[in-house]
């Protein structure tokens, strides 16, 4: 049975940082493409982050050069570093996984993912 479970989030002020991961159970997180979504009140879900099980990385254009998405693979974990965080950051972010290939122009397709998380609540106060 696979579960992904994110923790790392809350309140911060714009500006700040906030480090999300994502526990893995059921698979191995090296052996899967993993990304990082996200939904603001209102809005539709979108794409984040991409790490491939190759470790190449991928970025939407919003939060290229202030995230970082990355592996840990003793502890079976992705994790995901935002920093300079803005309040249009706000929103439910969820990770989720792939057994198969994902190409850079499939990262944002939600669909192709396998598992999702429950997702953890990032607020950005300005």
């Known amino acids: 049975q696979v579960q992904l479970v994110e923790s790392g989030g809350g309140l911060v002020q714009a500006g700040g940082s906030l480090r999300l991961s994502c526990a893995a159970s059921?698979?191995?997180?090296?052996?899967?493409?993993m990304g990082w979504f996200r939904q603001a009140p209102g809005k539709e879900r979108e794409f984040v982050a991409l790490?491939?099980?190759?470790?190449?990385?991928y970025y939407a254009d919003a939060v290229k050069g202030r995230f970082i998405i990355s592996r840990d693979n003793a502890k079976n974990t992705v994790i995901l570093q935002m920093n300079s965080l803005k309040p249009e950051d706000t929103a439910v972010y969820y990770c989720?996984?792939?057994?198969?290939?994902?190409?850079?122009?499939?990262?944002?397709?939600?669909?192709?993912?396998?598992?999702w998380g429950q997702g953890t609540q990032v607020t950005v106060s300005s």
């Open positions: 989720a996984a792939r057994s198969g290939l994902v190409r850079p122009s499939q990262a944002a397709l939600g669909g192709l993912y396998d598992y």
């Open positions: 059921g698979l191995t997180v090296s052996s899967y493409a």
């Open positions: 790490i491939r099980s190759g470790s190449s990385t």
